[in-house]
């Protein structure tokens, strides 16, 4: 059978975690990789080039990012220690002084991050409603450096059209770079769209057991000034994650499309129960005929539509802290992407930001979609 990757589909991909295997033993599985350093030969030559030292060269590491490098479809991928590194290593590469233009209403984290960055670094920033197309013409004066938008976004699952964004950023001389953390690869690969940078926070799906902290950058041209940037900045500061991390990542990986095939079906089975349901006002999942940004989800998503989403429910706050402390199979935790249901009141965790106080986030697992229907409708009733 042929490897070649381009050939293979994502479940051979991941399953097989890209052809890793234990090379010294034959083993199925590849050992992790824990040296801090390599050996030179009698003539000074490393042993192994490329291995000189473990802050950035690790083999595990690599064996983890090429999975995600053929997931993705890029051109190359690096791991970083979180989804935050992961950013954080591509807004350093901007010079002070650039233009950014970033997606309003996305994962908090990125915001507050960002926001702080740019105002110490002199870089003007722009935050505009993404998924309107006008407003981000509008925004993306020329010349700018850098768009970034989430797709779906975190927490109002909103659906930026990435093929468009990419021809707007373009047109403006700026790169656009996607957080696809709630779509995975396995549902959009935003570099075949146009993206020139994809991003994930590895802690979530990609993981998905909820015992890994990571972030992934992907690229689709290797060779540009920004990706080399990156990848200096990542040896020479040390970002790196380590082997263990990179091991249980490839691990959580194997079933990565699986997972997300079975958290797709959870999640709209979730999400027309709760439309239907009289105790809920309003349901954003990009599933769903009644949301905004239907239509570019099932143009730009394969195979479902995720397994975020968020939900107003009947009576404000009160009844919304009481619904959650109903539950008993969804845990009450912030992140999302495991195979165990998560559900979280957002404005507690981001009390100024225009969150509705009547607002839960649901991340849905993998479990019985009957038995998480039943909890929820519980937890409803009263
Ligand atoms: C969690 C998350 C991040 C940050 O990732 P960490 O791994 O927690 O650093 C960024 N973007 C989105 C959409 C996320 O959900």
Redesign the pocket.
């Known amino acids: 059978m042929s490897t070649d990757a381009d050939k293979l589909k994502p479940a051979t991909i991941a399953a097989h975690a890209a052809g890793a295997v234990d090379v010294a033993g034959a083993g199925v599985v590849p050992g992790v990789h824990l040296a801090t350093t390599y050996r030179r030969g009698a003539d000074n030559a490393l042993l192994v080039a490329g291995n000189a030292y473990g802050r950035d060269q690790n083999e595990t590491v690599r064996q983890a990012e090429e999975v995600l490098r053929q997931l993705e479809g890029a051109a190359a991928t690096l791991l970083f220690p979180?989804?935050?590194?992961a950013?954080a290593a591509l807004f350093r590469t901007l010079p002070n002084g650039a233009r950014v233009v970033l997606q309003s209403g996305?994962?908090w984290?990125?915001t507050a991050w960002i926001r702080d960055f740019c105002s110490r670094r002199d870089l003007v920033l722009d935050e505009v409603d993404a998924p309107d197309l006008q407003a981000l013409s509008a925004a993306c004066v020329s010349p700018a450096d850098l768009v970034w938008i989430?797709v779906p976004s975190?927490p109002w699952l909103k659906t930026v059209d990435i093929a468009a964004a990419a021809r707007i950023a373009h047109a403006a001389g700026a790169v656009l770079a996607v957080?696809s953390?709630?779509a995975t690869p396995v549902l959009t690969r935003p570099l075949e769209l146009g993206a020139d940078f994809v991003m994930h926070?590895?802690?979530?799906a990609i993981n998905g057991h909820t015992d890994v902290?990571?972030?992934v950058l992907s690229c689709r041209d290797k060779t540009s000034a920004i990706w080399q940037a990156v990848g200096i900045d990542r040896h020479d500061a040390g970002a790196i994650i380590g082997p263990f991390e990179a091991w249980l990542l490839m691990r959580g990986m194997r079933t990565l499309p699986l997972r997300i095939e079975r958290m797709c079906v959870n999640a709209m089975a979730i999400a027309k129960f709760l439309q239907a349901h009289e105790g809920v006002e309003a349901v954003f999942y990009p599933g769903l005929t009644s949301h905004a940004g239907h239509e570019v989800a099932t143009r730009q998503m394969s195979g479902g539509y995720g397994y975020l989403m968020s939900v107003l429910v009947k009576g404000g706050r009160k009844r919304a802290l009481d619904v959650i402390g109903r539950l008993h199979l969804f845990h009450r935790a912030t992140?999302?992407g495991g195979v165990e249901s998560l559900v979280e009141h957002r404005h507690t965790i981001e009390p100024d930001t225009g969150i509705p106080e009547n607002l839960l986030r649901l991340s849905i697992g993998i479990e019985d979609a009957g038995d998480l229907i039943a909890d929820l409708k519980q937890a409803l009733m009263a």
């Not at 979180?82 to 590194?85: E, L, T, V």
């Open positions: 979180s989804g935050m590194a950013i996305i994962y984290g990125a989430e975190n957080d953390t709630a926070s590895g802690t979530k902290v990571a972030g992140s999302l």
